[in-house]
């Protein structure tokens, strides 16, 4: 049930992100989501793609600095307090958010959740016992290419 997130660490430069963003485009990888944070010297560029394996062969090809991380979608309805139920669940559980972000679907319908947990099993099996559902990587591409 556990996803694979693609990180990478951007010089904060003019430029990088486009030059990142642009091989992937250039090879036929299309992003899903993504989520980027920086500091005065760098960034770090969280992404879902669907082929991970070769994009980061591709960037570390090109001197980009990538690992793949774990993560967990939870795909929630996209109303007020979808996000509150899954912390709930989360903090009953005595599990901590490390980071997370979100994309929608479809206005009005469905968002989806993307979380890294400081204990990632501990939260897979907390959210199914709470019958929420947990998208595989199938599941998730196939809702963000409809």
């Known amino acids: 049930m556990k996803l694979k997130q693609l990180s990478v660490f951007l010089e904060n430069?003019?430029?990088?992100?486009?030059?990142?963003?642009?091989?992937?485009a250039e090879n036929g990888?299309?992003?899903?989501?993504l989520s980027l944070a920086d500091?005065?010297?760098?960034?770090?560029?969280?992404?879902?793609?669907?082929?991970y394996d070769q994009a980061k062969k591709l960037l570390e090809a090109k001197g980009f600095v990538a690992k793949l991380t774990?993560?967990?979608?939870v795909e929630v309805n996209d109303q007020p307090g979808g996000l509150s139920e899954i912390l709930a669940i989360e903090e009953a559980s005595g599990i901590s958010v490390e980071y997370?972000?979100?994309f929608v679907i479809k206005s009005g319908e469905k968002a989806?959740?993307?979380?890294?947990?400081?204990?990632?099993?501990?939260?897979?099996?907390?959210?199914?016992?709470?019958?929420?559902?947990?998208?595989?990587s199938v599941e998730?591409?196939?809702r963000a290419e409809a």
């Open 100 to 102: 997370m972000y979100a």
């Open 70 to 73: 774990d993560v967990i979608a």
């Open 39 to 51: 500091t005065e010297q760098f960034g770090i560029l969280r992404l879902i793609v669907k082929d």
């Open 140 to 142: 998730l591409y196939q």
């Open 112 to 136: 989806v959740l993307l979380f890294r947990f400081d204990d990632m099993d501990k939260a897979v099996a907390a959210l199914r016992q709470a019958h929420l559902p947990i998208l595989d």
């Open 13 to 24: 430069k003019p430029g990088r992100l486009r030059e990142l963003c642009g091989l992937l």
């Open 29 to 33: 990888i299309n992003i899903i989501t």
